[in-house]
């Protein structure tokens, strides 16, 4: 097993409860886990050592929530809707279309470029979804696709009804057929709980046939209008309710005092101009909250978690740190990845090592300067991410 120590850290932020922010700091890498972090100065010895320049160094992004499986481009449809036409949830249809038309490959190719291009940004944990097959043989190919480029993986057939199909049919394809035919390849199962998709009553059923297969729960909900999602979602014990733009109070109160970690979709808040979740809220009630990116072609399409934290600080009155936070260690909570041995979202000794370098002094940066791509490296697992050059080559110590 061969050893790195990495130097030249101007600020590492941990996340870890003991730990914190340690400035001038070093951090030991070996088999692909943390084996020793602390001042500089205090560094052990190590087959290689790698100078970062006294940047930054910090987590890996923890993506909760993405739809990366897709064919097609609705560069028309944001168009329009910046021109003043209103988003609503039946708009998936042109991306099943294209969806179900691709080949496997241009389906793979498509999922495969936006997953490097969320680890050239510091992106070392990714969930992507199904949902733009809305039958069984897309549904199924989406689910093998996405096990190949993701880390988790979730199904989502029910997102809408497709056309040319009786509702109550549709029903029992998901919790039946479809379920089976994408089990081996998935994790979770989530339900668009929402107006034009799923009301309460059906996705319950969805997501009791899901925890029957044995996978965990997740719920889009109150994206676009107040319902009955988050109540669900925190009876249920989902691991997450996503989006959260109308909350109650009643909604604020549960989540604060359930388990459901309250996934917050920034950017696309932003890209289909819906209030943005209330953030500051939800903290000050107790809740916990993540942060995604929502990568999808229809409303939110980005693989940037930095500008998901800079909104976060700009807009919606969260600290640097809290919204760092929210986009590892509250995100991998959303996962179940935040304590134990596979745990990520922070950097701890024998923790998995995934961490990102910042050409920068600190993290405040992440906001302080929105909109520049700050990162210039990423570690997966103690590997290198392909990506920007501006880091030294590993060398003898």
Not at 71 to 77: H, K, M, V
Not at 237 to 245: I, L, P, Q, T, V
Not at 268 to 289: E, F, K, Q, V, Y
């Given at each position: 097993?061969?050893?790195?120590?990495?130097?030249?850290?101007?600020?590492?932020?941990?996340?870890?409860?003991?730990?914190?922010?340690?400035?001038?700091?070093?951090?030991?890498?070996?088999?692909?886990?943390?084996?020793?972090?602390?001042?500089?100065?205090?560094?052990?010895?190590?087959?290689?050592?790698?100078?970062?320049?006294?940047?930054?160094?910090?987590?890996?992004?923890?993506?909760?929530?993405?739809?990366?499986?897709?064919?097609?481009?609705?560069?028309?449809?944001?168009?329009?809707?910046?021109?003043?036409?209103?988003?609503?949830?039946?708009?998936?249809?042109?991306?099943?279309?294209?969806?179900?038309?691709?080949?496997?490959?241009?389906?793979?190719?498509?999922?495969?470029?936006?997953?490097?291009?969320?680890?050239?940004?510091?992106?070392?944990?990714?969930?992507?979804?199904?949902?733009?097959?809305?039958?069984?043989?897309?549904?199924?190919?989406?689910?093998?696709?996405?096990?190949?480029?993701?880390?988790?993986?979730?199904?989502?057939?029910?997102?809408?009804?497709?056309?040319?199909?009786?509702?109550?049919?549709?029903?029992?394809?998901?919790?039946?057929?479809?379920?089976?035919?994408?089990?081996?390849?998935?994790?979770?199962?989530?339900?668009?709980?929402?107006?034009?998709?799923?009301?309460?009553?059906?996705?319950?059923?969805?997501?009791?046939?899901?925890?029957?297969?044995?996978?965990?729960?997740?719920?889009?909900?109150?994206?676009?209008?107040?319902?009955?999602?988050?109540?669900?979602?925190?009876?249920?014990?989902?691991?997450?309710?996503?989006?959260?733009?109308?909350?109650?109070?009643?909604?604020?109160?549960?989540?604060?005092?359930?388990?459901?970690?309250?996934?917050?979709?920034?950017?696309?808040?932003?890209?289909?101009?819906?209030?943005?979740?209330?953030?500051?809220?939800?903290?000050?009630?107790?809740?916990?909250?993540?942060?995604?990116?929502?990568?999808?072609?229809?409303?939110?399409?980005?693989?940037?978690m930095a500008f998901c934290v800079a909104?976060?600080?700009?807009?919606?009155?969260?600290?640097?740190?809290?919204?760092?936070?929210?986009?590892?260690?509250?995100?991998?909570?959303?996962?179940?990845?935040?304590?134990?041995?596979?745990?990520?979202?922070?950097?701890?000794?024998?923790?998995?090592?995934?961490?990102?370098?910042?050409?920068?002094?600190?993290?405040?940066h992440l906001a302080y300067r929105p909109?520049?791509?700050?990162?210039?490296?990423?570690?997966?697992?103690?590997?290198?991410?392909?990506?920007?050059?501006?880091?030294?080559?590993?060398?003898?110590?």
């Amino acid at each position: 097993m061969t050893a790195t120590v990495y130097t030249g850290i101007a600020e590492l932020s941990t996340l870890d409860d003991e730990l914190g922010r340690l400035h001038d700091a070093a951090l030991v890498v070996e088999d692909g886990r943390v084996a020793w972090l602390g001042a500089r100065g205090s560094a052990p010895d190590a087959d290689a050592r790698v100078d970062l320049g006294d940047r930054a160094v910090l987590p890996g992004w923890v993506d909760t929530h993405s739809h990366l499986v897709f064919a097609g481009d609705r560069a028309a449809e944001f168009e329009a809707r910046m021109a003043g036409r209103a988003y609503e949830a039946g708009g998936i249809g042109v991306t099943v279309a294209a969806t179900r038309a691709a080949s496997e490959l241009e389906l793979e190719r498509g999922a495969a470029r936006l997953r490097a291009e969320a680890a050239r940004q510091g992106t070392t944990f990714l969930e992507t979804k199904t949902g733009y097959g809305l039958d069984l043989a897309t549904e199924e190919r989406s689910a093998r696709i996405a096990a190949g480029i993701a880390d988790t993986v979730t199904f989502l057939g029910a997102h809408v009804v497709p056309a040319g199909i009786d509702r109550r049919d549709y029903l029992d394809l998901v919790t039946g057929p479809m379920l089976a035919a994408v089990r081996p390849h998935v994790q979770w199962i989530d339900v668009f709980c929402e107006r034009g998709a799923f009301d309460v009553e059906e996705s319950r059923e969805v997501l009791l046939a899901g925890r029957a297969a044995g996978l965990g729960l997740r719920v889009h909900a109150a994206q676009l209008g107040p319902g009955g999602g988050v109540a669900l979602a925190v009876e249920l014990g989902a691991a997450s309710a996503d989006h959260c733009n109308f909350l109650s109070d009643t909604d604020i109160d549960a989540l604060a005092g359930g388990s459901t970690v309250a996934t917050l979709l920034p950017a696309c808040d932003l890209s289909t101009r819906m209030p943005l979740a209330p953030a500051r809220a939800l903290l000050d009630a107790g809740a916990t909250i993540a942060l995604a990116t929502n990568c999808n072609p229809g409303s939110s399409y980005t693989t940037s978690m930095a500008f998901c934290v800079a909104t976060a600080v700009l807009q919606q009155g969260l600290s640097v740190d809290e919204a760092v936070l929210a986009a590892t260690r509250g995100a991998a909570r959303a996962v179940g990845r935040e304590t134990g041995p596979d745990a990520v979202g922070s950097i701890r000794v024998g923790g998995r090592a995934d961490f990102q370098l910042l050409d920068a002094p600190s993290l405040v940066h992440l906001a302080y300067r929105p909109g520049v791509p700050l990162t210039v490296a990423t570690w997966r697992a103690g590997a290198r991410e392909p990506g920007a050059p501006g880091v030294a080559a590993e060398g003898r110590a």
